[in-house]
């Protein structure tokens, strides 16, 4: 069964730190970008942070400085560690990975793991 599953959210104090961790299930990350988003009460959801095919990554403004995506692909995980965490970081985050089919990425979402700093 092709499936991300995510863990690691909860809850935090400003200030405070965590880590997200999306594993894939029934699939290993080929040549697909992926990346994490976030949806907090009443908004749409953002993109946080995405990595590249290269390794390359990048970061919404909001949280640049603060958190760092990465990933091991020897064990399909993809990971968000979040530092200096504000209650503006208060959401849903999810994950977002794929693998690639002839010339196009079929991509995947996790299930969503809530983040609330109080």
């Known amino acids: 069964h092709v499936q991300l599953v995510e863990s690691g959210g909860g809850s935090v104090q400003a200030g405070g730190s965590l880590k997200h961790t999306c594993s894939a299930s029934g699939f290993i990350f080929s040549g697909c970008g992926m990346g994490w988003y976030r949806q907090a009460p009443g908004k749409e959801r953002e993109w946080v942070s995405g990595?590249?095919?290269?390794?390359?990554?990048t970061y919404a403004d909001s949280v640049k400085g603060r958190f760092t995506i990465s990933q091991d692909n020897f064990k399909r995980t993809l990971y968000l560690q979040m530092t200096s965490l504000k209650t503006e970081d208060t959401a849903v985050y999810y994950c977002?990975?794929?693998?690639?089919?002839?010339?196009?990425?079929?991509?995947?979402w996790g299930q969503g793991t809530q983040v609330t700093v109080s």
């Open positions: 977002k990975a794929g693998r690639r089919s002839g010339s196009v990425c079929v991509m995947y």
């Open positions: 990595i590249s095919t290269s390794g390359a990554t």
